[in-house]
């Protein structure tokens, strides 16, 4: 076989299973356009039967995610929710006593969901841990996980309600966390749009946003290749 036809054909295995990894902690990390942005994750859990689902963010406090890279702190202030199924009709999920899977340190449920360690603490007139664990045993099923600033709350936080039920923005147009120490003294420091997150199943299953970059870059790739053999 010809070195192109086999760079052609690895290529085209490796794009079909793109994610078929050995690991079952995948690592994201990015940034938001602005403070009411948000970003969404689509991923399957196969089954049979129930799995724990676990997201970790680090973007904060910063920390060392689960690919081993080394996260800055200063980014905003996360809330993350989970929700059951995909698009604008999924809807938010809930424990057996309707208590939303959704949580920033601003919601009343944030004490269930702190994140630290494994993600740092900052120093805002005191230690603050903005950033969030959340661990459940979900069946299987098509679910998205949102994430966006602390203060920029998904509607269906306050109802139980679908992601298509848009947004409350609280953020007052800014990346801000504020804190009030053991004097009473309110101070505030300005962060970064920058957001990191792990997400770890059971099912060794790596979940990718959706549309797949990775797919739209092997389809080039290979449509190259194939020009080039032609040529």
């Given amino acids: 076989m010809s070195r192109l036809r086999y760079l052609t054909a690895t290529l085209s295995v490796v794009c079909l299973f793109p994610f078929a990894a050995s690991a079952d902690t995948t690592s994201y990390t990015g940034t938001l356009s602005d403070s009411a942005d948000s970003f969404t994750l689509a991923f399957s859990l196969p089954g049979p039967g129930t799995e724990a689902v676990s997201v970790q963010t680090f973007g904060f406090g910063g920390g060392t995610n689960g690919a081993g890279t080394s996260i800055p702190a200063g980014g905003f202030d996360p809330l993350v929710a ?11 999920l809930t424990d057996a006593s309707g208590n939303p899977y959704g949580t920033s340190d601003i919601l009343s449920n944030y004490g269930s969901f702190t994140g630290c360690p494994p993600a740092g603490t900052q120093d805002i007139g005191g230690t603050v841990c903005g950033d969030i664990t959340m661990t459940l045993d979900l069946a299987a099923g098509n679910y998205t996980l949102l994430l966006s600033d602390a203060a920029y709350l998904p509607n269906a936080i306050f109802d139980n309600g679908t992601l298509d039920e848009g947004f409350t923005d609280l953020t007052g147009g800014a990346f801000q966390t504020c804190n009030t120490d053991a004097t009473g003294a309110f101070s505030c420091v300005d962060d970064t749009s920058n957001w990191a997150f792990d997400l770890t199943t059971e099912s060794n299953q790596v979940p990718v946003p959706e549309p797949s970059t990775l797919n739209l870059l092997c389809a080039g790739l290979i ?9």
């Fill in 223 to 231: 449509a190259y290749l194939l020009l080039a053999k032609r040529g």
């Fill in 82 to 92: 989970l929700f059951s199924g995909t698009g604008s009709g999924a809807t938010l």
